[in-house]
């Protein structure tokens, strides 16, 4: 079974850099086919994808995040991280990685549930404050 497990800095300044890692656990991250997401969720509002890298390296972002999010991988370590520059109050959630062999809805700005997703981690939160 995958396991998924955020780390990361728990408050980051405006202007600043947001940086989160995700390990993987249970599976590879290059497996065929597969498509490694991030996710974030506001106070009150309901989860927002924002990009994934798949089993080869390629990437797909949100349009309405693209200009500011950069999400990389180290095979080495089974691990994808996801940057997110420029960062204001308005970029506080909870961040989530997650996994599945179906590929993200990356044309448009999509809102995915749980069930979008056959692996999911804990969460992080990230808040955005000076």
């Known amino acids: 079974q995958v396991q998924l497990q955020e780390s990361g800095p728990g408050l980051v300044k405006p202007s600043q850099t947001l940086s989160l890692t995700c390990t993987v656990s249970?599976?590879?991250?290059?497996?065929?086919?597969?498509?490694w997401s991030w996710i974030r969720q506001p106070p009150g509002k309901g989860p927002v994808w924002m990009g994934a890298?798949?089993?080869?390296?390629?990437?797909y972002y949100s349009p309405s995040l693209k200009s500011r999010t950069s999400i990389s991988r180290d095979t080495s370590k089974n691990q994808f991280s996801l940057q997110l520059s420029s960062v204001t109050p308005e970029d506080t959630a909870v961040y989530y990685c997650?996994?599945?062999?179906?590929?993200?809805?990356?044309?448009?700005?999509?809102?995915?549930?749980?069930?979008?997703?056959?692996?999911w981690g804990q969460g992080t939160q990230v808040t955005v404050s000076s």
């Open positions: 997650a996994g599945d062999d179906r590929r993200p809805q990356y044309d448009s700005n999509w809102y995915p549930d749980r069930t979008d997703f056959a692996s």
């Open positions: 890298i798949d089993w080869e390296g390629d990437n």
């Open positions: 249970g599976g590879s991250i290059t497996t065929r086919y597969y498509y």
